[in-house]
């Protein structure tokens, strides 16, 4: 199916806990055309992280001329580490006709927006069921203190705010749901006129 239409960025965010990794880990292996977008990063590899694989590990100085030659679409500062995503990566992903998935939160959504056309985007915003849930869900992974889970809580009623500036919104009650709302957006935009447009015209053309 690809080769001919351009691909998507496809903007996935969430509050942590909401499940957004499942989901897009389930489109990354069970679908085709479509990556998750490698970031570069200043910050040193955690044990068993791969250059190229979890991040492109550069030195800081390289990152601050990244950002003068205006290589990234957005960056962000992250506990004295630098977090960006390449022009370049996203641009060649764009034109191989694979659609590449970002995972950034409202803000960095923002700067995605402003940085490309606007047909190349599509933002999803996925929520969870309600506060509550989320709050149980946080708790239920035994990973963080109560400090950390309340400051999560307020990150996520922040992050939950800004819902209207997505195209869709998937709310995850059910995993298996939330994976085929995704999965459904992904084939729907795959299908409109403009990204079906030189397909169509060879059919029509008779190739
Ligand atoms: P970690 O160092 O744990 O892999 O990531 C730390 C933080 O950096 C996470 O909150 C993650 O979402 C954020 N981050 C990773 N890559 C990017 C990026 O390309 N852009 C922005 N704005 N943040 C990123």
Do not use: C
């Not at 939160?105 to 985007?121: C, F, N, T, Y």
């Amino acid at each position: 199916m690809s080769g001919n239409r351009r691909g998507f960025v496809l903007i996935l965010s969430a509050p942590s806990g909401a499940g957004k990794s499942t989901l897009a880990q389930y489109l990354v292996k069970n679908y085709t055309d479509i990556v998750n977008s490698i970031s570069t990063t200043t910050r040193e590899p955690r044990p068993g992280e791969k250059h190229g694989e979890h991040y492109f590990y550069i030195k800081k100085e390289q990152f601050q001329k990244e950002i003068e030659n205006s290589s990234f679409l957005e960056w962000a500062e992250v506990f004295g580490n630098y977090y960006g995503t390449s022009k370049a990566v996203v641009e060649e992903t764009l034109a191989k006709g694979t659609d590449i998935i970002l995972d950034i939160d409202w803000q960095g959504a923002r700067l995605i927006r402003k940085s490309l056309p606007k047909e190349d985007v599509v933002s999803v915003s996925i929520v969870p069921p309600s506060l509550k849930e989320l709050r149980l869900r946080l708790e239920g992974r035994g990973q963080d203190s109560s400090e950390t889970i309340d400051k999560r809580m307020n990150q996520a009623s922040e992050e939950m705010s800004h819902w209207r500036e997505f195209d869709y919104l998937v709310i995850n009650d059910n995993i298996e749901e939330g994976k085929a709302d995704l999965l459904a957006i992904v084939r729907a935009e795959r299908l409109t006129r403009d990204r079906m447009a030189s397909q169509i015209e060879k059919i029509t053309s008779g190739f």
